[in-house]
């Protein structure tokens, strides 16, 4: 078996580099010129998750921001006019006008809130435009008064209502 020293004996060794040599490497490699500064990022796009609704006024209860676009359309497609013939109050076309108003109350989400009276009894709310003959005109009032000076989407869905109905609550002050 021979030695270390003997193997070694016979290999190259690479002689030692130079102060020169090594201070060369020890130099910074010379900086490429200065690169163009990139544009900075987009802000990150986050998806808009659809929220579902049968109509788009379904799609939020928030209130209604009447000058977008948005808010404006709504307002022109809840108060347009409900049928060709206006209802004249004779009671022969009250079935077609109530149906009617029942199915923009529907589409507009009027139906689960501002239609639904509140009883001063146990029993549940009555909808306005179904249960009209056991609803009195003063659970009415009351209903109305507790949000229509108030900054709510209820405030606004009544007074969309009472543009597509035609009739206007005038409180007691302001029949004088």
């Known amino acids: ?7 070694l004996s016979g ?12 201070q060369q490497a020890a130099e ?4 490429a ?7 900075p990022l987009p802000p990150a796009v986050i998806p808009r998750v659809p929220v579902f609704a049968l109509t788009p006024a379904l799609a939020s209860r928030g209130i209604i921001d009447y000058q977008s676009r948005a808010g404006e359309r709504l307002y022109l497609s809840a108060t347009r006019q ?19 108003l029942e199915k923009r109350a529907t589409n507009f989400g009027w139906d689960i809130v501002i ?3 509140p009883s001063t009894t146990i029993a549940p709310a009555s909808n306005l435009l179904r249960d009209y003959g056991t609803i009195t005109l ?5 209903y109305e008064e507790s949000y229509i000076d108030i900054t709510c989407r209820d405030a606004q869905d009544s007074n969309l209502y009472m543009s597509v109905s035609g009739t206007r ?8």
């Not at 060709?84 to 109530?98: I, N, P």
């Open 1 to 7: 078996m021979a030695s270390i020293s003997t193997r």
């Open 11 to 22: 290999a190259s060794v690479t002689p030692p580099r130079s102060a020169q040599t090594i």
């Open 28 to 31: 910074p490699v010379q900086q």
């Open 33 to 39: 010129p200065a690169a163009v500064p990139l544009p």
């Open 82 to 100: 409900l049928e060709e013939d206006k209802y004249d109050g004779e009671s022969g076309g009250m079935h077609q006008f109530l149906d009617a």
């Open 115 to 117: 239609m639904m009276i």
């Open 138 to 142: 003063q659970n009415i009032r009351t």
């Open 169 to 176: 609550y005038q409180r007691r002050d302001e029949r004088r």
